[in-house]
């Protein structure tokens, strides 16, 4: 299904104004070791610079990858490091290191669930012409794993993340270099900030829209603000040391409907956040989820979701850096499901960090948190950038609290009513396949943190619950307008294959 990923994709999406956005720069090429395998970067005239950044159903932020002058499109997740690809078809132009990355994706018996190798290709990405990048070239993934259309995950986390690529180059004692792409592009243009942009757009959960920009180097000119914000340093002694691995940062405060909680290490909790695009939600501790939502809602049966009204506003925002940044009232609310007479069933889009077994005190911010600000993340490669000799993250506040208060009820309304009026077939989706493992791989996954990947399982059973709810007309239980809906999601597992 070589270019098949961009099927679904409205041409009118094709446009370069939802192009990633690369600053305009002079022709050059630089390239540092020489030798075999040696990696080179290119930084292409803006004429390579086609690309598409779409956010599909404000679930998945993807873009896209050239690999060996085909294109992919990618999940574009700062929440992990490695680069894979999983693809039928063969790929015109790689060389085979032959060295099994099968360890990063569990234990013996699920390793042949996401089997691959390292590859190395080369890649155009934003512009940018990288020879001889490695990426796992996935023999098999978990079906469910991934979205229809979309074919991998280029992982963004910041250079002291863990990667399984390197890992298993080093241990085969290889010297072929693992570097990731984003890496890659800095270590070759020391002239480039080494930092990307993320300004990711909020949809109306229905369909495949432009996902924002996505830039490498300079910000957008709009939201250059954001060079001025705060600069909140990559916590390298956090909580389990998640902060080694993802772009964590400390977490002042949390207000909800005027309480503030001090969560700053000095405070009455101590948290610690990473924020991760492959993410959808947001994951705190249970706490706050009763503090937002009320403490006796019934919940998904992994406990970690609360039904809720879909037509409630709920008032929060984050502190960090001394900075208080409002989320959308959009945000905290995620329709997940439809009642039998049609009607949208909610979920609070802030979940409980306690399913993944994370620690007391650590949080995800995904796209909940993400769509409500312009983030910055500086690899700091040289120490020369924020003062400081760690990478870090600055973040622009998009949401005004006001406005977004003021235009809550008609917004919501509205996606509401297209929420329950939509059909994902209608933007070319074909049915998901749930594997029959989806459990074991979620608690795989989250020991390596790809996090991302609870997202497209509860995507995809979101997507078979919805198409069977079409097929079938019905739900076992529903409540009446205004309540709670008493409705029992079956667990993951017994959707298990058992669609096609
Ligand atoms: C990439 O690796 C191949 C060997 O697989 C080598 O022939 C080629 O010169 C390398 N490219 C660069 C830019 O070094
Ligand atoms: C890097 O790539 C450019 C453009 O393809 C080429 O001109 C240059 O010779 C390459 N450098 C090396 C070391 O291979
Ligand atoms: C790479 O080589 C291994 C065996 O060495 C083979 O099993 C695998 O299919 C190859 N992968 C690709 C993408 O060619
Ligand atoms: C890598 O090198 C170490 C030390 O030289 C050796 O013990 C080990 O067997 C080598 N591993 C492989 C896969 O060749
Ligand atoms: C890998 O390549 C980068 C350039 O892309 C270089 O800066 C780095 O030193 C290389 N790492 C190793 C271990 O060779
Ligand atoms: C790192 O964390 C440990 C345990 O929480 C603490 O004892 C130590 O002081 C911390 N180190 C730094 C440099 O913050
Ligand atoms: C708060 O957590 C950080 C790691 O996230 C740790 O370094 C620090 O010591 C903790 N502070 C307190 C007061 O526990
Ligand atoms: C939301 O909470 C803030 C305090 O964090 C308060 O100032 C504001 O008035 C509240 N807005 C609404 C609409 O209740
Ligand atoms: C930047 O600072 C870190 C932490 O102090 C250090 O490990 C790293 O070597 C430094 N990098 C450079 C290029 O100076
Ligand atoms: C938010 O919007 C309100 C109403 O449009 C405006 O008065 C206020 O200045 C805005 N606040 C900020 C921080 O921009
Ligand atoms: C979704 O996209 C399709 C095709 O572009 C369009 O016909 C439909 O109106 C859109 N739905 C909503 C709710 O925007
Ligand atoms: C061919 C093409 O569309 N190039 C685009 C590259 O990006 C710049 C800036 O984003 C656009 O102005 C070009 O049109």
């Given at each position: 299904m070589r270019h098949a990923a961009l099927s679904f994709i409205p041409s009118v999406l094709l446009s370069s104004a939802f192009a990633i956005n690369i600053p305009f720069r002079k022709v050059h090429t630089r390239s540092s070791t020489r030798g075999l395998h040696s990696i080179n970067v290119t930084r292409l005239s803006e004429s390579g610079n086609v690309s598409v950044f779409e956010n599909i159903d404000n679930i998945r932020y993807v873009g896209d990858i050239a690999l060996a002058g085909d294109t992919f499109e990618v999940i574009l997740d700062t929440g992990s490091n490695d680069f894979w690809i999983y693809e039928s078809e063969p790929l015109s132009q790689y060389y085979n290191t032959s060295i099994k990355a099968a360890d990063t994706y569990g234990p013996s018996n699920e390793q042949s669930k996401t089997a691959g190798y390292v590859i190395l290709a080369d890649v155009v990405f934003g512009g940018f012409n990288i020879q001889n990048q490695s990426l796992i070239k996935e023999l098999s993934v978990s079906s469910g794993i991934l979205n229809p259309g979309v074919s991998g995950v280029v992982g963004l986390g910041p250079p002291t993340g863990y990667s399984s690529i390197i890992r298993s180059l080093t241990h085969a004692n290889s010297t072929i270099n693992g570097t990731g792409p984003m890496e890659n592009i800095f270590l070759h243009n020391p002239d480039m900030e080494p930092q990307f942009t993320i300004l990711m757009s909020r949809n109306d959960d229905t369909n495949?829209?432009?996902?924002?920009?996505?830039?490498?180097?300079?910000?957008?000119?709009?939201?250059?603000?954001?060079?001025?914000?705060?600069?909140?340093?990559?916590?390298?002694?956090?909580?389990?040391?998640?902060?080694?691995?993802?772009?964590?940062?400390?977490?002042?405060?949390?207000?909800?409907?005027?309480?503030?909680?001090?969560?700053?290490?000095?405070?009455?909790?101590?948290?610690?956040?990473?924020?991760?695009?492959?993410?959808?939600?947001?994951?705190?501790?249970?706490?706050?989820?009763?503090?937002?939502?009320?403490?006796?809602?019934?919940?998904?049966?992994?406990?970690?979701?609360?039904?809720?009204?879909?037509?409630t506003y709920y008032n929060v925002s984050i502190e960090l850096g001394g900075v208080e940044y409002p989320l959308n009232p959009l945000d905290m609310i995620w329709p997940w499901d439809i009642d039998e007479n049609g009607n949208a069933i909610c979920v609070g889009a802030l979940q409980r960090n306690t399913y993944l077994g994370m620690p007391k005190g650590t949080w995800i911010l995904g796209d909940t948190f993400l769509r409500?600000?312009?983030?910055?993340?500086?690899?700091?490669?040289?120490?020369?950038?924020?003062?400081?000799?760690?990478?870090?993250?600055?973040?622009?506040?998009?949401?005004?609290?006001?406005?977004?208060?003021?235009?809550?009820t008609s917004q919501n309304a509205a996606r509401m009513a297209a929420f329950q009026t939509s059909e994902r077939e209608v933007s070319g989706f074909t049915p998901v396949k749930a594997g029959p493992n989806i459990v074991e791989v979620i608690i795989i996954m989250s020991s390596i943190g790809v996090l991302l990947l609870i997202a497209a399982i509860v995507w995809a059973v979101k997507v078979i619950r919805r198409r069977r709810a079409l097929r079938l007309g019905k739900y076992a239980a529903v409540g009446t307008p205004g309540d709670i809906p008493q409705y029992e999601p079956p667990s993951y597992r017994q959707y298990g294959g058992s669609e096609s």
């Open positions: 495949v829209t432009a996902g924002g920009s996505f830039t490498i180097g300079e910000p957008i000119s709009e939201y250059a603000a954001v060079t001025q914000q705060p600069v909140l340093p990559l916590l390298t002694n956090a909580t389990h040391n998640i902060g080694l691995d993802y772009w964590t940062i400390h977490v002042d405060a949390i207000t909800i409907n005027g309480k503030r909680y001090d969560t700053s290490p000095s405070g009455t909790q101590n948290i610690s956040a990473f924020l991760d695009t492959g993410t959808p939600t947001a994951l705190v501790d249970p706490m706050f989820v009763d503090a937002i939502y009320g403490s006796s809602l019934q919940t998904t049966e992994d406990g970690t979701l609360s039904f809720i009204p879909c037509d409500n600000v312009y983030s910055l993340f500086n690899m700091n490669l040289w120490n020369k950038s924020g003062g400081i000799s760690v990478p870090f993250v600055q973040l622009l506040s998009l949401t005004n609290a006001t406005e977004a208060h003021i235009q809550f």
